[in-house]
């Protein structure tokens, strides 16, 4: 296999674990996606945020932090006025507010997905935890569950637990192999166990 970005290459190499290498022992699927063509994650029957959620894991899969991936960003941090992160950070050590264009241009890219796309009405479902709530509780598999609950404001007393909803299972696209999360139920059962508590406002 050739990798024709030599500094990406590295980077990846350097990241190597048996953990991310045993994914090589499954029928290995990344979601394939391109503007307008339906692919395996985005089925027509899943909800929108749903749909959102798994365009963004595109983006990073395929490394495109371009305008569309920095709307969705900004969306599922709950942002209303949407900010930048190609752009270096400034006074405060926080990024720029997104131009106006790009903004535009990004939402411009998902209407041409999913039309019925709006900024504004998407943020108003996000912000919504009994509307997340009941989300959460259609979802169809662990992936999903962990998206929606990371969505929904919480405590959490235990680090190790906390780390694994927000990072260990979430940041997963810098992983070498990935599986179709339709197909594959990759996050274990006791994260999900926990997200059900969060979710039901049982979590200690």
Not at 105 to 126: A, E, K, T, W
Not at 179 to 190: M, N, R
């Amino acid at each position: 296999m050739i990798i024709p970005d030599e500094a990406r290459a590295i980077r990846k190499l350097s990241q190597i674990g048996y953990y991310r290498l045993s994914g090589f022992s499954y029928p290995c699927s990344r979601p394939r996606f391109d503007y307008g063509v339906h692919f395996n994650a985005l089925n027509s029957d899943k909800d929108d945020i749903i749909t959102l959620i798994y365009m963004r894991r595109h983006f990073e899969l395929t490394d495109d932090k371009g305008d569309a991936y920095q709307v969705l960003s900004n969306l599922l941090h709950k942002r209303e006025r949407a900010i930048d992160t190609r752009e270096p950070k400034g006074t405060g050590e926080n990024h720029p507010e997104m131009e106006g264009g790009k903004f535009s241009s990004g939402c411009d890219q998902l209407i041409n997905v999913m039309p019925s796309f709006s900024y504004s009405d998407m943020l108003h479902r996000v912000e919504d935890k009994d509307s997340l709530k009941s989300l959460y509780e259609s979802c169809s598999n662990g992936y999903e569950k962990l998206q929606v609950c990371r969505l929904i404001e919480h405590e959490e007393n235990n680090a190790v637990v906390e780390k694994s909803i927000k990072q260990t299972y979430h940041i997963e696209n810098e992983f070498i192999c990935q599986l179709d999360l339709a197909e594959f139920d990759t996050i274990p059962e006791y994260v999900i166990s926990k997200c059900d508590a969060i979710v039901s406002g049982d979590s200690a």
